[in-house]
């Protein structure tokens, strides 16, 4: 086996944007009469999309949201999140570098459970769409994390960019989460989790944990996929 391909996580990997995320959430849930502690968020609902965070939420609070408030809630987050973002940089240190000289090496794509446009936005802003061959976001696929259904849509985006017969052995997947972990390993990708949201215990799925983007090294990933 060789490595092929590398397809990374977006939010807490590539984008210090969880934070913001919970903000967004909080500020949502607060209009609807429902208090979100950042705590519940980390510990229950990160590893959500957005349509799935607040319907998970609902049903903890016993809110019979129906399809059409949900869909309002999740464009009401949307615009408090770009608000958020023009605060200042969102990037973690590092993870420009690090796309760099990934797609420097083999293909790369993103499969994420953020909405594409929230993805795209910052990728355009910081110069970096380019080096992406695809972007899977939570509209993408019908089931997200911890569902394998990101990590395989996004192989199939990536087959005619490697020579097509891509295998799932033959990707890395970077994650920072359990949720997203889960997802890549049942793709049946390589995995690799970086501590920027969780402590490397909390990771200890990953074939291999980092503690920064900075610390990624494309050796060791092409290490992960001879073995």
């Known amino acids: 086996m060789s490595l092929r391909a590398i397809v990374f996580d977006f939010d807490g990997v590539i984008a210090n944007s969880e934070p ?53 809630m999740v464009a009401r987050k949307a615009v408090r999140l770009e608000g958020l973002e023009r605060d200042g940089a969102i990037l973690f240190p590092g993870a420009a570098d690090a796309v760099r000289r990934a797609a420097a090496r083999v293909p790369i794509a993103i499969a994420s459970g953020a909405r594409g446009a929230e993805i795209r936005r910052v990728l355009n802003r910081e110069n970096l769409a380019g080096y992406f061959t695809a972007i899977v976001a939570a509209e993408d696929t019908a089931a997200s994390k911890p569902a394998p259904d990101p990590y395989l849509r996004a192989l199939t985006l990536l087959a005619p960019a490697t020579g097509n017969n891509l295998g799932g052995a033959e990707c890395v997947a970077i994650e ?32 291999l944990v980092v503690g920064s983007l900075d610390a990624l090294d494309i050796e060791q990933l092409v290490k992960l996929c001879s073995r």
Do not use: C, P
Request: aromatic letters at 12%; proline letters at 0%.
């Open 176 to 207: 920072d989460s359990v949720w997203g972990l889960a997802s890549a390993r049942s793709a049946g990708l390589k995995t690799v989790g970086v501590t920027h949201t969780y402590e490397a215990s909390a990771l200890s799925a990953a074939d």
């Open 20 to 72: 913001l995320h919970f903000r967004g959430y909080r500020d949502v849930l607060a209009e609807e009469g429902i208090t979100l502690a950042e705590s519940d968020y980390y510990a229950q609902y990160l590893g959500f999309d957005d349509v799935g965070a607040f319907q998970a939420i609902g049903e903890q609070h016993g809110a019979a949201w129906t399809g059409g408030q949900i869909k309002n």
